[in-house]
Each structure stands twice: as C-alpha cells, then as structure tokens.
C-alpha cells in the first residue's frame, strides 16, 4: 500500500528541478494505482496534488494532474469537500483534474461540491479552461434537474460553453424531451448569445483583421448547435438575435437556422451578409443543409460561391490566418473531381488573391487560388506559373500533402 512515506518521498523528488529526479518520481508515480491507496494515502496523494513543483523543461507532464489522476480509479476515497480545498490551491492543470475527480464521484457530495464552484458567487477566476471531458460522468449520475441547472451555469463561463452545450445536447438525445428543461436551456442560451453576439459586434467594429472574434464565432456555433436540440422551445427569438448582429459570420448562423425552421428571410438581408465572402460560404453550407438554396442563388452566382469557398480556406489558421484583402476571378478550367484523380469531369474556378502588409505573404503579390470540388492554393506568385500549371501545382500539392504531414512537415 502507498502510505504517508512513499508520497513524502514523491514530493522531494518531484521539488528537485533535474529531470533525473524527475523521471524516478514518475517512475514511480507509474506503478500507483488506485488498489494501492488506501484512505490515509489516498488525502496523502490529493494534498500532494495540490503541490507546487518546478518546472522541467522538455517535460510537458504536470506533477499535480498526474497525482490527481491517480485517484480517478478511487473518486470517492477522499472526502468531496477536502477535494474541494485542494482545488482552490492547486495549479491551472491539477484543478481541472480534480473536477473531473469530483464528476467520478457521480454522487451528491460531488455534484454539490462541483456547483459551489460554478456558482455565481464561486471562485470564478480559478476555473481552469475545459480542455477534457471533464464533466461527462455527470450524465449518468440520475439528478438530471440538478444537472441541467448546473450545466446552464457553466455554459456561462469562459472556456466552458462548448463543454456545457455539448453535454446538454446529449442530455437531449436521452429520453423524451422535456418542455419545462428546455425552457431552462433555451433561456440561459440566450443569455450566452447576449454575451457572445455583443462581443463579437465590438470586435467586428473595431477589428484589424479578420481574425477578431474567431473564439467567440466557435461558442456561438456551439451554442447554435444546442439550441438546434431544443425541438419542444420557441428558438426564434435568440436566432433573430444572432442574425441581427453586425458581425456577417455570426448573422450567417443565425440565417441559415431561421430558414431551417421556415422563418421567412428578406433576400435584401441575405444579399448583406453575403457580401462578405467567408460568411457567404457559411450561408451556402446552412442552407445546402436546410435544403433550400433558393434565395442565396437570386443574390450570389456559382463564381460568388467558389470564391467565397476559397476565402473562407484561405482563412483558416493553418493558412493565411484571415481572408485576403482582395480577390478578383480570373477563368474557369476543367479538371478531376478530386486532386489524386485525372480527368475533366469537373469545372474549376480560378482567382487571384492578395493581403496587404505586415502579413508574411504580401510581399508575393498577387497569387492563385483554386475552387470548386477541391479547393486549394500554392501561395506562389502570379507570374510564377500559367494558369493551367497553376491548377497543377496546387493540384501536386494537395496529392502530396498528406504524406507530408506523416512526415512532420508544418
């Protein structure tokens, strides 16, 4: 059994900042498991989680998180209220495991435990941000109520919407649903989209690039994806929030779902949105999915689409970062259906592209992008290439990318 000297002795070696010290306490740390502890260890391993250690560089393990998962086996073998201590001293990644240690208790203590956190009056500023599952054992301990209010509350918090929303959402698949909890949701999704939409409209306004409001776009889309679920309430109120804002991305959500419910939709409101390019290329996708297409194709033509497609890839953080500045068509080519096939079977649209300075790429000027079945761009300049080794290039590259990637390429 793991007792008061095996943890003491952890402690020094983990204090030590050689990674010597460090790999023989984690050694250790290994042969741990849950069977070993029993309720004096087990508080040994939770005040020891709650430790501070140095850092050791190269080694991305966190002493604290690593102790605490060792009590995941065990979660009711210490008291949920001094878990509840340990958290409020604990580091940034050793908190969140203690969450997760407090929601594996599927009991009452716990779940009490886990609502004095989130509670308005709650040590906010300790939350740690949901990067786990941390969470999910919620959904099974039966207090559905008192889990849904919970869960509406962490849906308020930074870095949690999307944990919150995605468990709500499953809580709907589970059962038939319930008029009075959705009106619970639905409420205090509205108030999130309150919060996000007016977050988002500063930004919008005062932004120097594209890439203002991306974190608070992805909690709306989370949110929106909830309130999809919320078959049984009047979600039409909060979507004409959402298309009301002055962010087009953000509006583009709340269009696409409005159409999805048979809520009429002014083409004049969608020929605005539509004028920025990356929300243009949202709006095609929600409606493609709503399955009607109708008013977009009135105000948008097939090369407004692929352009939209393009900016919209080029946007992406692992591109550009943000939508080019400019961006004219230039022709059209006949070209495989996918790059690793040959063949003409499918129309290719061809644009060029540019983003002014300080962005690393505008010292290449103008440069060429692809869309229509497969979208994609080299970066090269225009004059690098005629168009049709263009297509061939970027269609090269696309073929090639994937080994290139395995091979650990950026």
């Known amino acids: 059994m793991v007792g008061l000297d095996d943890v003491a002795e952890l402690r020094s070696l983990l204090r030590r900042g050689d990674p010597v010290a460090r790999q023989v306490a984690y050694g250790l740390l290994d042969a741990w498991s849950g069977d070993d502890l029993d309720e004096l260890g087990a508080r040994a391993v939770l005040e020891a989680a709650a430790g501070s250690y140095p850092h050791v560089h190269g080694d991305h393990r966190h002493p604290g998180e690593c102790l605490a998962r060792v009590l995941w086996e065990v979660p009711r073998l210490v008291p949920a209220d001094e878990v509840l201590r340990a958290f409020l001293i604990a580091g940034d990644r050793a908190r969140r495991a203690l969450l997760h240690l407090l929601a594996l208790r599927r009991d009452h203590d716990g779940l009490e435990a886990l609502e004095s956190v989130f509670a308005p009056h709650g040590p906010r500023e300790l939350l740690p941000v949901a990067m786990m599952p941390v969470l999910d054992p919620l959904l099974e301990i039966g207090q559905r109520d008192r889990v849904v209010a919970l869960l509406c509350t962490a849906l308020l918090r930074e870095g949690w919407t999307w944990h919150a929303a995605d468990l709500l959402s499953k809580l709907q698949l589970t059962g038939r649903p319930r008029v009075e909890e959705q009106a619970v949701i639905l409420r205090a999704a509205a108030r999130m989209v309150d919060d996000l939409v007016d977050a988002c409209d500063r930004g919008y306004a005062a932004a120097v690039s594209s890439d203002y409001g991306r974190r608070h776009r992805e909690s709306i889309e989370c949110v929106a994806r909830l309130i999809d679920r919320l078959t049984e309430a009047d979600r039409r109120d909060v979507l004409h929030r959402m298309l009301a804002s002055a962010d087009p991305r953000v509006s583009a959500i709340g269009a696409t779902r409005l159409v999805a419910l048979g809520a009429p939709l002014a083409s004049e409101r969608l ?140």
């Open 271 to 410: 020929e605005l949105i539509a004028r920025d390019p990356v929300a243009r290329a949202d709006l095609y996708d929600g409606l493609r999915r709503a399955g009607d297409l109708s008013a977009l194709q009135e105000v948008v033509d097939q090369v407004g689409v692929h352009e939209a497609m393009l900016a919209r890839w080029l946007s992406e953080v692992t591109e550009l970062g943000r939508a080019p500045d400019e961006m004219e068509f230039l022709d059209t080519r006949t070209g495989p259906a996918s790059p690793e096939r040959t063949g003409d079977g499918s129309v290719l649209y061809l644009f060029r592209f540019r983003l002014r300075s300080p962005h690393w790429s505008s010292a290449r000027g103008w440069m060429i992008g692809v869309a229509g079945p497969w979208v994609g761009s080299c970066y090269a300049s225009e004059d690098e290439h005629d168009l049709d080794g263009h297509v061939e290039a970027i269609r090269t590259s696309l073929t090639t990318w994937p080994g290139r990637r395995e091979d650990g390429a950026a």
